[in-house]
């Protein structure tokens, strides 16, 4: 009796067992190599000058966390005045006359740049583009008949399924590692152009500008960036879509740079709080926080406090979907946008802008008195002096000088903050601000349009009993 009980158990468990086998990457990695690049670049050091160690640049502290760029650092502190500084990255040919994809941050300031490739062969590299928006390079090297990578379709992938990577971490050549796809569209703080493919592929420095592969062996992503405390690989790594990648390197080719679509509007996201003062059944979309004067977004008429839902007959989920689709989307084009105001769905037509180079954000603030106790707080009329240190060209709008308990301290407010709506009628004076808070229903929560160092954000504040 055990011993069928065994046969079994073993027929069960060995039936389980091969159909979860895991992939076969020798072929793979076979036929993929032979275009994957080793690549370094020189940059001569300025003397006198703060250097940072490679790969080590931090985001905001209140990001709480790093996000690290990798150059290929290969440790030290950069040594003497006179040494040049070099770093290691990866790329991969996407055309036999010798074009070669990497990233940006691998190639940005270097004096020389030198593409090993898997015949040993080392030629110097041009840099014939760069885009630091997208973190993508385009490189040429003077040769012929060179093996190419297969180009895959980034939108036909699925969370879970095997990929792998092949680099130079640390500088060991053609290095290959798997994973599976963690998550798509992932939006980072560093980037908001990038739909990133997130994966749990072993990402290390020098592997940065690597291609990433399907289980067919087609690139479906350039290896950019991993998230870590430590500043080593904790299994969070961040690919370039290939279809991003290469309409970048469409534009350098046939222009010299990478224009992007732009709508001129500053945006958030629309929280549970924020979603139930607008009369929404669930947060979605992207709330539009400012419109910048004579933008797309300002001619078509999209106003403060509109939720945009739709962008070209694409459903806006979540704040940071809106700038990569918007990105994408040619110059000079004609799109549909769905807002919600006011409760209701509204349909506006625009013309799409260009991105500009530098985009302007940011203002500093101070304070003054008046008071209004339900809301525990105290506000009063900006001076001309501070609409002008704000950069406030409308008129009205109040400024927070002190916070008790209550209300607006449990909604965010901050001493400096400039109220300049509630409920998306616009504050003329602390008069008309107390007037507003007056006649709003107890329970109701509500709207505030704040105007704060960083820019404009909507809080969601609840009227108390």
Same mark, same amino acid.
């Given at each position: ?36 690049? /080793? ?21 905001? +502290? ?18 003497? +005045? ?55 390079? $385009? ?5 012929? +008949? ?76 350039? /290896? ?22 290469? +309409? ?34 669930? %947060? ?38 809106? %700038? ?41 603030? %101070? ?52 109220? $300049? ?7 003329? /004076? ?10 709003? $229903?107890?329970?109701?929560?509500? %709207? ?18």
């Amino acid at each position: 009796m055990y011993r069928y009980l065994g046969m079994i158990v073993l027929a069960l468990f060995g039936g389980f067992t091969s159909a979860r086998d895991l992939p076969d990457f020798t072929k793979l990695v076979e036929e993929a190599s032979p275009a994957v690049v /080793n690549i370094s670049t020189s940059q001569k050091a300025k003397k006198h000058a703060l250097r940072v160690p490679q790969g080590k640049e931090r985001l905001p +502290d209140e990001l709480g966390d790093l996000f690290r760029h990798f150059f290929g650092d290969q440790g030290g502190d950069g040594g003497d +005045d006179d040494n040049d500084a070099q770093s290691l990255g990866s790329g991969f040919v996407i055309s036999p006359d010798g074009y070669i994809l990497t990233n940006h941050h691998v190639v940005k300031r270097a004096d020389e740049v030198v593409v090993r490739l898997s015949d040993r062969r080392e030629m110097s590299a041009k840099v014939v583009g760069s885009d630091p928006r997208s973190d993508i390079a $385009l490189l040429k090297i003077e040769a012929k +008949d060179l093996p190419i990578v297969r180009m895959g379709d980034p939108s036909k992938l699925k969370v879970g399924e095997w990929v792998l990577a092949i680099g130079s971490p640390f500088g060991f050549d053609h290095s290959a590692t798997a994973g599976i796809v963690s998550a798509l569209g992932r939006s980072l703080p560093s980037e908001n152009y990038v739909p990133f493919i997130q994966t749990d592929v072993a990402i290390n420095p020098g592997n940065s500008g690597g291609p990433l592969f399907n289980l067919a062996g087609e690139v479906i992503g350039v /290896n950019s960036q991993i998230y870590s405390r430590t500043g080593g690989f904790m299994g969070l790594s961040f690919a370039i879509p290939m279809d991003v990648a290469m +309409d970048v390197v469409d534009q350098i080719k046939g222009k010299g740079y990478v224009s992007r679509g732009w709508l001129g509007v500053l945006i958030q996201d629309v929280t549970r709080e924020l979603a139930e003062s607008f009369g929404m059944e669930r %947060p979605e979309g992207a709330l539009v926080a400012k419109v910048l004067p004579a933008s797309p977004a300002g001619v078509a008429g999209i106003e403060v406090g509109d939720v945009i839902l739709e962008f070209n007959g694409k459903r806006v989920t979540q704040s940071a979907a809106l %700038p990569p689709i918007v990105g994408r989307t040619p110059v000079g084009s004609s799109v549909e946008v769905k807002v919600l105001r006011g409760g209701k769905q509204k349909s506006l037509s625009l013309k799409i802008g260009e991105l500009p180079n530098e985009e302007e954000q940011a203002q500093n603030s %101070p304070p003054d008195a008046s008071k209004e106790n339900r809301l525990a707080l105290v506000v009063t009329d900006l001076t001309d002096e501070q609409r002008s240190e704000l950069n406030l060209k409308e008129g009205g709008g109040v400024i927070v000088k002190s916070l008790g308990d209550g209300p607006a301290r449990k909604a965010g407010l901050r001493t400096g903050d400039v109220i $300049l709506a509630v409920n998306n009628a616009k504050i003329q /004076n602390a008069t008309h601000f107390r007037n507003l808070i007056k006649d709003l $229903l107890p329970g109701k929560t509500v %709207p505030l349009l704040i105007q704060r160092a960083n820019g404009p954000i909507f809080l969601a504040i609840k009227i108390p009993e």
